[in-house]
């Protein structure tokens, strides 16, 4: 099951989270924190996989965003994992044409929204461009 | 007025500062407040929008939950979704403002429309507690069974939650998963997958059922692989169709497989096929190529098949990509336990990993190899792994030290070999040592005599030589202190034949150097402070105190925290041994009463005590009894039941240990061996003989009434300690642990307190009885720290069964042992045994089982609330259970473990379906 699904930028900030399991507001914060960190002692030819805490953290950069998932630590392919963190890259890609970092800082609601179509409950629910984003935009016809 | 949102994101990445930035986020969270307090409808979601981006940067946001289920109310669309959205982000499901969402998450899952059906949907999957779950579990069925897909796979997903969710529900959605699997959407396939995994997860009796979906998901994974872009293309990824459902139907396959030949026979020509048809050259592809050798070997796969996937393995590990040697060593580590044949070929592949700059790769890599290790090849693994010790980073070190002394422990063709390699690897890294493993090897050298004067020159030679690692010190000291006599006593005789001759003045000389060593000085202003407070004390306190050795005694105390323990527990080995060589070296009592004497000063509470009562000890009332005193220790129960599968190994003069390797670095110390051959005699009669058999033999040169003296000893010191019993000793010793230490003298015991109310009140008590017998002292003497006796003796006669695992996971194994009673063939009591053979202790341990309605079952308390790590002593708990439907119906039980393991709590469930099923 996926544990929670970050976006943190190299500063540090974070841009986006998920979380499929309850953890207190600090808790987040700490695990976001030394995460990073993690993610930028690697060096790229490293590989994307991490053991840290009881989770299984797959990690994917794109530009100057990097893309954090946790699942707990068996039972979940790892390389699909960073398959599925790619075509989350690409659905956000059609979507904002030509995602960059502050389009989803600006539009945190809409990133959570195409994400909600694609994972439930820690599942992976939806692996389809066109499915997802057109369901996204009746929705958003919808709410005007 | 409301700001918009954008201008909220824009003045918060203006601020340069956290604290600037924090007063920005204030000031707009009152303003959201008084927004929601004054019913501000228009900008109600506007302001939930808000929160969700101030909620993500870790502010508090609880104030705005109820907003968030005004807006769900709505009517609105857009109201609704915000809604939903600050639903599952500011909410928890501990929350009970969820409680007061269920009645309108039921409306909306029965709206005429999908969409607003998706989002209640979505947000119960998401954030659904159990009331909840069990409230709207009707709905979810049937929205699982709409004409709409998109209804359709969201509800597939929310009913995996419910299941994991509620107990009594797990079934509920069972009827509906065969339609799931058969739907041609991908998407609702692969939700029906992941429902169906966690139905099987959850209850492994509901396998029958299901396996015989095994041919709809055959076909559909056929399609799949075999034509890729026939079939529906947006699901392709670089060219092969929806790996991630591919996956999915993998592992619902390894899960209907494991288990029944039959059903594997079934998959086997679809996993061939996807085995080699899938093209491994991308990302996608590997994933499929991994799930589906994970799958082949755990299905009861023939033997053609598992060559193939241990051959995809092969090429994973030669591949340049980091990420496939990774999941290559993390499949091979489970396949160890299959194949460990299959693995062994690529050892060689593996060991090199060890060297890999990516920490994750060198990680796994440890711990196939040390799940390589086995009899026949443990000598050369540890030489690897010793040569990789050298190399190894300090974060790896423990880690490595571990692994290598448990493999050690389990493997070890003989005691030399096994006493060689440990204190060779105390010598490298004596400081990644944890304190289990140095108790370990003490407990080793005690239960082998033969070995006394061997490991005693070997210790002391590479003491003297390597004075930075801390654990090689403190197992050094002791052994002098055990065994200063044999040390001393000339009859080791060096490879050249010549006798090696160590005189106790060389001995004192080393403990000295040791105790006055230089500790790291990092200390902060305040513990200065203490430090010169303690050395006017120290100074003032004892006139025989030279400054130096003041100095020395509180510079423990005073190093920098991490080593101060370290350096206190060295020093509290070093008093114990210098007690005891009084005895052994009758000639130096004057110079070690010098030396024990600057303890008394001690900052420790511990030392000082210690050092005190020693000081009584050596005066001339105790003079007849102190060399009884100060005997050996005896071997423990617990270092008997260690040693008695192993022969002791060749302790004869030429015997050159293979592993006596050249490392360019610490080669000289490890060259040890070769220098010093030694001949290792029967220890000198005395003590050595009545030690070994404690609890049958008394001591031959003592007359029996010695014994009672010492009883009464025992008593009248244990009057005379306990004031000072009740001052805060600590390492939590009572009075009495303090008496039994003293009596026995091995620090160990020490820094291993025994379950100290459970055990000094027995030993209370034995004191108690009159002294009768000589046995009766050694009793006491042996029942030092083995925790109190087995509950309730389980009733005689009945039908034992032998013991099956009934859990391993995380390092944690439970194992049951049946035992069905002999006049009700109903009744039967099950032991089970949690043994944790990871490298910390699971504390707070709490197990609990439940069973069916035709079971009645009732627990004893377990032996320990902690589990000892690396598996060293199992923590028990008896069961007693009575099954109505005896001969009808098998035992299950499902068991629930809770515990906290390096400062994380873990929870665990699992199902016990392998009960014999005569009880």
Same mark, same amino acid.
């Given at each position: 099951m996926i544990k929670f699904i970050l976006l943190v930028n190299k500063q540090g900030q974070t841009r986006l989270s998920q979380y499929y399991d309850y953890l207190s507001i600090p808790e987040r914060v700490a695990l976001e924190g030394e995460l990073i960190r993690k993610c930028l002692s690697?060096?790229?030819?490293?590989?994307?996989f991490m053991e840290y805490r009881q989770y299984k953290v797959i990690y994917r950069r794109y530009a100057s965003l990097y893309f954090i998932v946790g699942v707990d630590s068996?039972?979940?392919n790892e390389l699909s994992i960073l398959e599925f963190i790619h075509t989350l890259v690409e659905t956000l890609d059609k979507y904002f044409e030509n995602v960059c970092e502050l389009d989803i800082m600006f539009n945190l609601e809409k990133a959570h929204f195409i994400l909600d179509e694609m994972v439930v409950n820690g599942c992976?629910?939806?692996?389809?461009k066109t499915n997802i984003l057109g369901s996204i935009y009746l929705m958003e016809k919808a709410s005007q | 007025m409301s700001i918009k949102l954008r201008e909220l994101i824009r003045n918060i990445r203006a601020c340069k500062t956290a604290a600037e930035e924090r007063a920005v986020i204030a000031k707009e969270c009152a303003e959201i407040r008084t927004a929601f307090k004054e019913e501000d409808n228009h900008y109600r979601h506007r302001n939930v929008a808000k929160l969700l981006f101030i909620h993500m940067l870790g502010?508090?946001?609880?104030?705005g939950q109820m907003e968030c289920l005004k807006l769900i109310a709505s009517t609105k669309f857009a109201e609704k979704r915000v809604g939903y959205l600050g639903l599952t982000q500011l909410?928890?499901?501990?929350?009970?403002?969820?409680?007061?969402?269920t009645n309108s998450v039921k409306n909306d899952l029965n709206h005429p429309n999908q969409y607003v059906n998706g989002l209640a949907l979505c947000a119960l999957g998401n954030i659904g507690n159990p009331e909840m779950c069990r409230a709207l579990a009707r709905e979810v069925e049937n929205l699982m069974?709409?004409?709409n897909p998109y209804i359709r796979k969201k509800a597939a997903l929310c009913a995996m939650r419910m299941i994991r969710k509620v107990e009594?529900?797990?079934?509920?959605?069972n009827h509906k998963i065969p339609t799931l699997l058969e739907d041609r959407n991908h998407a609702v396939l692969l939700s029906g997958c992941a429902l169906l995994i966690t139905v099987l997860e959850i209850n492994p009796s509901a396998l029958s059922e299901f396996r015989r979906y095994v041919p709809t998901l055959i076909r559909a994974l056929k399609n799949m692989s075999m034509s890729g872009y026939a079939?529906?293309?947006?699901?392709d990824i670089a060219g092969i169709t929806d790996p991630f459902l591919q996956v999915k139907i993998l592992r619902v396959l390894k899960l209907l497989g494991h288990g029944s030949v039959d059903v594997s026979d079934e998959m086997n020509d679809i996993l061939a096929q996807v085995a080699t048809n899938?093209?491994?050259?991308?990302n996608a592809g590997n994933a499929i190529l991994y799930e589906c050798v994970q799958t082949i070997m755990n299905i009861e796969a023939e033997s053609g098949l598992r060559v193939l996937g241990v051959n995809i393995l092969g090429r994973f590990l030669m591949n340049r990509d980091n990420n496939i040697r990774y999941v290559a060593l993390t499949t091979l580590q489970h396949v160890v336990t299959v194949d460990m044949k299959a693995v062994q070929r690529h050892r060689s592949t593996i060991v090199d990993?060890?060297?890999?700059?990516d920490v994750s790769i060198r990680k796994r890599a440890l711990d196939v190899t040390y799940a390589l290790i086995n009899e026949e090849n443990i000598k050369t693994m540890t030489k690897e792994l010793l040569n990789f010790l050298l190399m190894a980073g300090p974060e790896f070190k423990e880690d490595l030290v571990t692994k290598i002394c448990l493999a050690v422990d389990r493997f070890a063709p003989n005691r030399r070999w096994q006493i060689d390699t440990l204190i060779k690897v105390m010598c490298l890294a004596g400081n990644f040592v944890q304190t289990q493993i140095r108790d370990n090897f003490i407990y080793v050298v005690m239960a082998t005599p033969e070995l006394h004067t061997y490991t005693v020159h070997k210790l002391f030679f590479s003491v003297k030589e390597n004075q930075t690692q801390e654990t090689l010190i403190q197992v050094g000291i002791w052994c002098l202190g055990e065994f200063g006599d044999l040390l001393v006593s000339g009859s080791a005789v060096g490879p050249d034949q010549q006798p090696i001759k160590v005189s106790p003045s060389e001995v004192l000389d080393l403990i000295e150097t040791i105790d006055r060593r230089p500790t790291?000085?990092?200390?902060g202003a305040s513990v200065m402070g203490k430090t010169a407070a303690a050395g006017a004390a120290g100074s003032s306190g004892g006139?025989?105190?030279s400054a130096g050795g003041g100095g020395s005694g509180v510079g423990g105390v005073g190093s920098a925290v991490q080593s101060a323990n370290s350096a206190l527990v060295t020093q509290e080995y070093i008093i114990t041994t210098l007690m005891k060589l009084t005895t052994r070296f009758p000639n130096e009592v004057p110079r070690i009463r010098g030396l024990l004497?600057?303890?008394?000063?001690?900052?420790?509470l511990e030392i000082q005590q210690r050092a005190c009562e020693y000081e009584q000890l050596l005066g001339n009332t105790w003079d007849k009894l102190r060399e009884g005193i100060l005997d050996r220790m005896p071997a423990s129960e617990r270092a008997k039941t260690l040693t008695t599968d192993r022969p002791s190994g060749d302790?004869?003069?030429?015997?050159?240990?293979?592993?006596a390797n050249h490392h360019p670095k610490g080669g000289d110390l490890l060259d040890l061996n070769d220098l010093l051959d030694l001949d290792t005699r029967?220890?000198?009669?005395?003590g050595a003989v009545l030690n070994s058999h404690p609890a049958t033999q008394t001591s $031959?040169?003592? =007359?029996?009434t010695g014994g009672g003296d010492l009883l009464d000893l025992l008593g009248g010191l244990g009057g005379e300690l306990a004031p000072s019993a009740g001052a805060p000793a600590p390492t939590a010793a009572s009075g009495l642990d303090a008496l039994a230490d003293l009596n026995l003298g091995g620090p160990t015991l020490n820094s291993h307190p025994p379950p100290a109310a459970a055990a000094a009140t027995a030993a209370a008590a034995d004191a108690a009885r009159p002294p009768s017998t000589g046995g009766d002292i050694l009793d006491i003497f042996g029942g030092?720290?083995? $925790?109190?006796? =087995?509950?309730t003796a389980p009733p005689a006669g009945g039908k034992s069964f032998p013991p099956f695992t009934a859990f391993d996971k995380n390092g944690l194994q439970i194992t049951f042992t049946c035992k069905q009673d002999g006049s009700d063939p109903k009744r039967s009591t099950v032991e089970a045994s949690f043994v944790n053979t990871s490298t910390d202790a699971m504390s707070a341990f709490v197990f609990e089982a439940a069973v069916p309605k035709y079971v009645t079952l009732s627990m004893d308390p377990a032996s320990a609330s902690v589990v000892e790590p690396f598996g060293l002593t199992p923590t028990t708990q008896r069961i007693s259970l009575v099954n109505s439907a005896q001969g009808e119906k098998p035992i299950m039980m499902k068991i629930r473990i809770s515990y906290t393991h390096k400062d994380q709590q873990v929870q665990e469930f699992g199902q016990v379906s392998d009960f014999p099923k005569e009880l």
């Amino acid at each position: 099951m996926i544990k929670f699904i970050l976006l943190v930028n190299k500063q540090g900030q974070t841009r986006l989270s998920q979380y499929y399991d309850y953890l207190s507001i600090p808790e987040r914060v700490a695990l976001e924190g030394e995460l990073i960190r993690k993610c930028l002692s690697r060096t790229e030819l490293q590989c994307s996989f991490m053991e840290y805490r009881q989770y299984k953290v797959i990690y994917r950069r794109y530009a100057s965003l990097y893309f954090i998932v946790g699942v707990d630590s068996e039972g979940e392919n790892e390389l699909s994992i960073l398959e599925f963190i790619h075509t989350l890259v690409e659905t956000l890609d059609k979507y904002f044409e030509n995602v960059c970092e502050l389009d989803i800082m600006f539009n945190l609601e809409k990133a959570h929204f195409i994400l909600d179509e694609m994972v439930v409950n820690g599942c992976i629910l939806e692996t389809n461009k066109t499915n997802i984003l057109g369901s996204i935009y009746l929705m958003e016809k919808a709410s005007q | 007025m409301s700001i918009k949102l954008r201008e909220l994101i824009r003045n918060i990445r203006a601020c340069k500062t956290a604290a600037e930035e924090r007063a920005v986020i204030a000031k707009e969270c009152a303003e959201i407040r008084t927004a929601f307090k004054e019913e501000d409808n228009h900008y109600r979601h506007r302001n939930v929008a808000k929160l969700l981006f101030i909620h993500m940067l870790g502010y508090p946001t609880h104030f705005g939950q109820m907003e968030c289920l005004k807006l769900i109310a709505s009517t609105k669309f857009a109201e609704k979704r915000v809604g939903y959205l600050g639903l599952t982000q500011l909410l928890d499901e501990n929350t009970e403002v969820l409680m007061l969402v269920t009645n309108s998450v039921k409306n909306d899952l029965n709206h005429p429309n999908q969409y607003v059906n998706g989002l209640a949907l979505c947000a119960l999957g998401n954030i659904g507690n159990p009331e909840m779950c069990r409230a709207l579990a009707r709905e979810v069925e049937n929205l699982m069974g709409v004409s709409n897909p998109y209804i359709r796979k969201k509800a597939a997903l929310c009913a995996m939650r419910m299941i994991r969710k509620v107990e009594e529900i797990e079934d509920k959605f069972n009827h509906k998963i065969p339609t799931l699997l058969e739907d041609r959407n991908h998407a609702v396939l692969l939700s029906g997958c992941a429902l169906l995994i966690t139905v099987l997860e959850i209850n492994p009796s509901a396998l029958s059922e299901f396996r015989r979906y095994v041919p709809t998901l055959i076909r559909a994974l056929k399609n799949m692989s075999m034509s890729g872009y026939a079939n529906a293309s947006e699901y392709d990824i670089a060219g092969i169709t929806d790996p991630f459902l591919q996956v999915k139907i993998l592992r619902v396959l390894k899960l209907l497989g494991h288990g029944s030949v039959d059903v594997s026979d079934e998959m086997n020509d679809i996993l061939a096929q996807v085995a080699t048809n899938t093209e491994g050259a991308k990302n996608a592809g590997n994933a499929i190529l991994y799930e589906c050798v994970q799958t082949i070997m755990n299905i009861e796969a023939e033997s053609g098949l598992r060559v193939l996937g241990v051959n995809i393995l092969g090429r994973f590990l030669m591949n340049r990509d980091n990420n496939i040697r990774y999941v290559a060593l993390t499949t091979l580590q489970h396949v160890v336990t299959v194949d460990m044949k299959a693995v062994q070929r690529h050892r060689s592949t593996i060991v090199d990993c060890l060297k890999d700059p990516d920490v994750s790769i060198r990680k796994r890599a440890l711990d196939v190899t040390y799940a390589l290790i086995n009899e026949e090849n443990i000598k050369t693994m540890t030489k690897e792994l010793l040569n990789f010790l050298l190399m190894a980073g300090p974060e790896f070190k423990e880690d490595l030290v571990t692994k290598i002394c448990l493999a050690v422990d389990r493997f070890a063709p003989n005691r030399r070999w096994q006493i060689d390699t440990l204190i060779k690897v105390m010598c490298l890294a004596g400081n990644f040592v944890q304190t289990q493993i140095r108790d370990n090897f003490i407990y080793v050298v005690m239960a082998t005599p033969e070995l006394h004067t061997y490991t005693v020159h070997k210790l002391f030679f590479s003491v003297k030589e390597n004075q930075t690692q801390e654990t090689l010190i403190q197992v050094g000291i002791w052994c002098l202190g055990e065994f200063g006599d044999l040390l001393v006593s000339g009859s080791a005789v060096g490879p050249d034949q010549q006798p090696i001759k160590v005189s106790p003045s060389e001995v004192l000389d080393l403990i000295e150097t040791i105790d006055r060593r230089p500790t790291e000085q990092t200390i902060g202003a305040s513990v200065m402070g203490k430090t010169a407070a303690a050395g006017a004390a120290g100074s003032s306190g004892g006139g025989a105190n030279s400054a130096g050795g003041g100095g020395s005694g509180v510079g423990g105390v005073g190093s920098a925290v991490q080593s101060a323990n370290s350096a206190l527990v060295t020093q509290e080995y070093i008093i114990t041994t210098l007690m005891k060589l009084t005895t052994r070296f009758p000639n130096e009592v004057p110079r070690i009463r010098g030396l024990l004497e600057k303890y008394s000063a001690s900052m420790s509470l511990e030392i000082q005590q210690r050092a005190c009562e020693y000081e009584q000890l050596l005066g001339n009332t105790w003079d007849k009894l102190r060399e009884g005193i100060l005997d050996r220790m005896p071997a423990s129960e617990r270092a008997k039941t260690l040693t008695t599968d192993r022969p002791s190994g060749d302790a004869s003069i030429d015997e050159v240990p293979t592993t006596a390797n050249h490392h360019p670095k610490g080669g000289d110390l490890l060259d040890l061996n070769d220098l010093l051959d030694l001949d290792t005699r029967p220890a000198p009669p005395g003590g050595a003989v009545l030690n070994s058999h404690p609890a049958t033999q008394t001591s $031959p040169h003592k =007359p029996s009434t010695g014994g009672g003296d010492l009883l009464d000893l025992l008593g009248g010191l244990g009057g005379e300690l306990a004031p000072s019993a009740g001052a805060p000793a600590p390492t939590a010793a009572s009075g009495l642990d303090a008496l039994a230490d003293l009596n026995l003298g091995g620090p160990t015991l020490n820094s291993h307190p025994p379950p100290a109310a459970a055990a000094a009140t027995a030993a209370a008590a034995d004191a108690a009885r009159p002294p009768s017998t000589g046995g009766d002292i050694l009793d006491i003497f042996g029942g030092t720290p083995s $925790p109190a006796s =087995p509950p309730t003796a389980p009733p005689a006669g009945g039908k034992s069964f032998p013991p099956f695992t009934a859990f391993d996971k995380n390092g944690l194994q439970i194992t049951f042992t049946c035992k069905q009673d002999g006049s009700d063939p109903k009744r039967s009591t099950v032991e089970a045994s949690f043994v944790n053979t990871s490298t910390d202790a699971m504390s707070a341990f709490v197990f609990e089982a439940a069973v069916p309605k035709y079971v009645t079952l009732s627990m004893d308390p377990a032996s320990a609330s902690v589990v000892e790590p690396f598996g060293l002593t199992p923590t028990t708990q008896r069961i007693s259970l009575v099954n109505s439907a005896q001969g009808e119906k098998p035992i299950m039980m499902k068991i629930r473990i809770s515990y906290t393991h390096k400062d994380q709590q873990v929870q665990e469930f699992g199902q016990v379906s392998d009960f014999p099923k005569e009880l």
